[in-house]
Structures are given as C-alpha cells and as structure tokens.
C-alpha cells in the first residue's frame, strides 16, 4: 500500500505519530519533542485515553492514537466470544473518544471506523487488530490526501514570496502546505507564535517547517500585531478543532486574538479543514478548561509566585467575521455558506465507512 506520508517530517510519520504492535501502542511524546524524542508505551486502551487527556500527542496526533487505541482494545478482548468482543470494543471507542470534550465528534468517527474494521474482520475471520491497524493507515492515507487538496487551495493564496504566521500546530496541513509550496516554486518563510502553555508552535510546527527546509520564526504570543506590521506578513493561517456550519471556528486559544489583529491590520485569515457535521452551531461546542497550574510555568519551571492563580481554556473561538475563508478539500468556501459543502455531497476530513 502506498503511504500519503511519504516526503513529509518525521513527526507526520504514522509510525511516528502512534502505532500498534505486539499488544502495545507507542505515543510520540510531543510534551517533550524536539528536545527530547521518546514514546509514551501504553498496555490498554485506557492508557491510550489517558495518554490523548495528558496531552501526549495533540492536534491531529489523537485521532490516529484513538484508532491505534482501538486496536488494542482489539487484542485485549481477543479471547472472549464475537458478541462479547463487540461490546467490549463499544466501551472502549466511548472511553477513547470522549478523552477530550472539545473533539468528541471527530474522534467518535475514527473510533467508529476502527469498530466496522473489526467487524468485517470478524466476519471474515481476521485478526481484529491487525484490521483495525490496515484500516487506521487507509484511513490516514485518504486524510492527507484530501489536506494535500487543502493545501494547493491554500498555497494558491500566497503570494510567490509571501511570508505566513501560523498557530499552534495544525499537523497534516503543515507539512502538505510546505510540500505544495515547495512543488509550486512558491519561497515562503513561517511564522510560528510559540504557543503556550504547551508551545506547540514553537516546537511542533516549527520544528516540521525546519525539517522540511523551511526559512522559519518563532515569535512570543504577545508579538503577532507587531510581527504582521514590522515583517510585512502576509496571510494568517490556522487549522481548526472545530469548524461550526455557521463560520465559528474553535482552535487553540490565542486563534481568536490574532484573526482580531489580523483584521485590523488587513491580511487574510485562512482557516483550514472541513466544516464539522456534528456541529451545525457554536452552541454545541464545549470548551475544554484545563489545569490552571500550566499557565503558572514554563516546560517545567514555575513562573509565578506560589498562591497566584492560573486560566487556562484550550480554545477560544473565531467569529466568521473575521474569517476570510474555510479552505477545505473541494474548495474556499465564505464562513457564512459552510452548510452548502455537505449539500453538495462533500464526507468531511473525518468520514466514516462502513
């Protein structure tokens, strides 16, 4: 089978993303890479859910590690009859898809995925896990085909020496957007606003943009109005955990403030992906508030006094005001007419199969 993630940065590796094997799965540890590289070896699938709500592996990283979970909740009910199987795989794709609440839709369809590959392996008398792993890869392969479309739409928009500020970490679509850009002559430079607590765009996206031979910066998020006026930046880019049917686009907090900026000072925000089928409003998303302890340090070293008190939502959300277009597989779409792109017959980055 041809891999989509050949020519792509080492963390858009599958295999280096999360992978199943001899009743284990392997989580690339991205709290800690690139300074470190190591993996997260978790021995059920409960550890996998925990692993996805600890942030082990974040962006798109959870959606392959849920699928890779569901193999191993494959292996461990192996011994038990088909009907006790089925169940067993039930609870575990709810436990898996419900580590975190912001993204529930998108992982209830990969976690129902890997549920219809065990049942077809099972009435065709396979190994479950071994089909569930086939199946994670295919699956993967039709995603970064459809962000490769994504991302000639994309890189269309950009001027031939454009510079782009990007947030947080959108995986897939960072790594295909370099890959167009680079295919299509375009010589861009990246901006990258580091992204705290996490500082996913400090080491996640910039370090897939330097792999892949890019001119790239990292800049404090209290710099991108600066950055945008003082470089000369050109287009602001961010991928979505959410894209609502009515143009409200959830992502990593700090997404908000810069579309605010980008807005006053002219350039056009790009949001990649889908529009979200479970989602057809802004008020069926949840935002997920973790530890405020995060805020209060640094990759490990405290920043502020002890008794200060810390916030920390994960998301914030982007009216479609300030949305210059949704860039998806079949098109730049207004956020305001996102409910035609399944009108018309579009599945989504997360479709299911039966």
């Known amino acids: 089978?041809?891999?989509?993630?050949?020519?792509?940065?080492?963390?858009?590796?599958?295999?280096?993303?999360?992978?199943?094997?001899?009743?284990?799965?392997?989580?690339?540890?991205?709290?800690?890479?690139?300074?470190?590289?190591?993996?997260?070896?978790?021995?059920?699938?409960?550890?996998?859910?925990?692993?996805?709500?600890?942030?082990?592996?974040?962006?798109?990283?959870?959606?392959?590690?849920?699928?890779?979970?569901?193999?191993?909740?494959?292996?461990?009910?192996?011994?038990?009859?088909?009907?006790?199987?089925?169940?067993?795989?039930?609870?575990?794709?709810?436990?898996?898809?419900?580590?975190?609440?912001?993204?529930?839709?998108?992982?209830?369809?990969?976690?129902?995925?890997?549920?219809?590959?065990?049942?077809?392996?099972?009435?065709?008398?396979?190994?479950?896990?071994?089909?569930?792993?086939?199946?994670?890869?295919?699956?993967?392969?039709?995603?970064?085909?459809?962000?490769?479309?994504?991302?000639?739409?994309?890189?269309?928009?950009?001027?031939?020496?454009?510079?782009?500020?990007?947030?947080?970490?959108?995986?897939?679509?960072?790594?295909?957007?370099?890959?167009?850009?680079?295919?299509?002559?375009?010589?861009?430079?990246?901006?990258?606003?580091?992204?705290?607590?996490?500082?996913?765009?400090?080491r996640l996206t910039a370090s897939v943009c330097r792999d892949m031979g890019y001119d790239v910066t990292v800049i404090t998020d209290n710099m991108p109005a600066f950055a945008i006026q003082n470089e000369k930046i050109d287009v602001f880019t961010s991928a979505a955990d959410v894209i609502c049917q009515d143009g409200y686009v959830v992502n990593k907090v700090g997404t908000f403030q810069i579309a605010i900026v980008a807005k006053y000072m002219g350039i056009p925000y790009f949001v990649t992906g889908a529009p979200d089928r479970g989602h057809k409003t802004v008020d069926s998303v949840k935002i997920e508030m973790r530890d405020p302890e995060f805020v209060l340090q640094a990759m490990g070293v405290r920043t502020a006094k002890e008794g200060v008190k810390g916030y920390y939502p994960s998301f914030d959300i982007t009216p479609p005001e300030l949305v210059s277009g949704v860039v998806t597989d079949c098109g730049v779409y207004s956020p305001y007419d996102l409910k035609r792109y399944f009108e018309v017959g579009n599945v989504g980055e997360y479709e299911i199969v039966v």
């Open 1 to 202: 089978m041809e891999r989509a993630d050949k020519e792509l940065a080492f963390m858009l590796q599958y295999e280096n993303i999360a992978w199943y094997e001899d009743g284990k799965v392997k989580i690339l540890d991205r709290r800690i890479y690139p300074t470190k590289t190591e993996f997260v070896t978790c021995n059920n699938h409960a550890e996998v859910a925990k692993a996805i709500t600890d942030m082990v592996t974040q962006s798109a990283g959870p959606y392959t590690a849920a699928a890779m979970g569901m193999a191993l909740a494959a292996y461990e009910c192996r011994d038990l009859s088909e009907q006790k199987q089925k169940e067993y795989l039930l609870k575990a794709a709810h436990t898996i898809s419900h580590a975190r609440p912001t993204t529930v839709d998108r992982m209830k369809a990969v976690t129902e995925n890997a549920y219809n590959a065990a049942l077809r392996a099972m009435a065709e008398g396979k190994n479950t896990s071994e089909a569930i792993v086939e199946s994670t890869v295919e699956g993967n392969n039709r995603r970064y085909k459809k962000i490769e479309k994504i991302a000639g739409y994309l890189v269309s928009m950009f001027p031939k020496n454009g510079k782009v500020l990007t947030q947080c970490f959108g995986e897939t679509i960072v790594g295909q957007m370099c890959k167009v850009a680079k295919k299509e002559g375009k010589n861009i430079k990246i901006y990258c606003a580091e992204t705290r607590p996490y500082f996913q765009g400090a």
